[in-house]
């Protein structure tokens, strides 16, 4: 019985079996041997770096992501997954140039301009990573991550209301997300619009009970709108989430001193 030799193709596709098994190491001598195969494999060269940034070995990726654009430079999964990796080690303007040579192969790449973003505000960027959310919604309206980052970075530049309407946006994608309803709360609290800061941080709460930040910041809000008595039981229950029962403990019976006062 005569067995036919394996392809490049062949082991390509054993290596994506193994992989989904989570057999990675596996996997990787796959690629290899679908690499000896045929060297300018890009798909292979690809997926290989693919994995090992899965067993966080990025300088390996990146050789893999290099080999990939040396035998297409136009392939553009490999630039944006070389700028992933660089983002991962904090190396913010190669991961610009990644995602900008992503963009000149093809400007409606998904999620290329939220994740150029995403690296213009950790640089402080501000105003350039706003104009890459923009193109990120303008691609994909209902991208709730382009508009939260927006929102991120318009109240780093201290454009409050702005911000608060692109929270909103997001939250009327994605009412579930705790986060956005928290940095919300938080730009109303700073605007002195405590009740509607106060309605945020209810949804926080509602989504996340045991976020304690969400239950201090209500009780500051409460305590701004002169409800000392309910702000201290809403400053204890977050001491209670963060498990510092004695602080709880003071907190209730300053309450409790309060209610006593007022009744």
Avoid at 108 to 115: E, M, P, R
Avoid at 122 to 137: R, T
Avoid at 151 to 162: A, H, I, Q
């Amino acid at each position: 019985m005569l067995f036919k030799k394996k392809t490049d193709v062949d082991w390509l596709t054993q290596g994506n079996e193994v992989g989904d098994g989570n057999k990675y190491e596996e996997a990787i001598k796959c690629y290899d041997k679908a690499i000896e195969n045929n060297p300018n494999y890009a798909d292979a060269w690809l997926t290989k770096g693919n994995t090992l940034v899965i067993l966080e070995k990025y300088a390996d990726a990146i050789k893999c992501y290099d080999k990939v654009n040396v035998i297409d430079p136009n392939y553009s999964d490999a630039w944006f997954n070389k700028g992933i990796v660089f983002a991962k080690l904090g190396k913010y303007e190669d991961a610009i140039k990644c995602y900008e040579s992503v963009i000149a192969i093809d400007p409606n790449y998904s999620d290329v301009w939220l994740t150029n973003g995403n690296v213009l505000a950790k640089l402080g960027k501000y105003e350039e990573a706003i104009k890459c959310y923009d193109k990120a919604i303008e691609n994909n309206p209902g991208n709730p991550s382009a508009w939260f980052n927006k929102s991120n970075s318009l109240v780093d530049l201290g454009k409050y209301e702005e911000a608060i309407k692109c929270y909103d946006k997001a939250i009327g994608i994605d009412p579930n997300n705790a986060s956005t309803w928290f940095n919300n709360g938080n730009i109303l609290s700073k605007l002195g619009r405590y009740e509607d800061a106060i309605n945020c941080y209810d949804k926080v709460i509602g989504i996340t009970p045991n976020f304690a930040p969400a239950w201090f910041n209500k009780g500051n809000a409460l305590a701004k709108l002169g409800k000392f008595d309910v702000a201290c039981i809403n400053k204890g229950t977050a001491f209670d989430k963060l498990g510092k029962h004695e602080d709880a403990i003071k907190y209730y019976d300053k309450a409790n001193k309060i209610h006593q006062e007022i009744s």
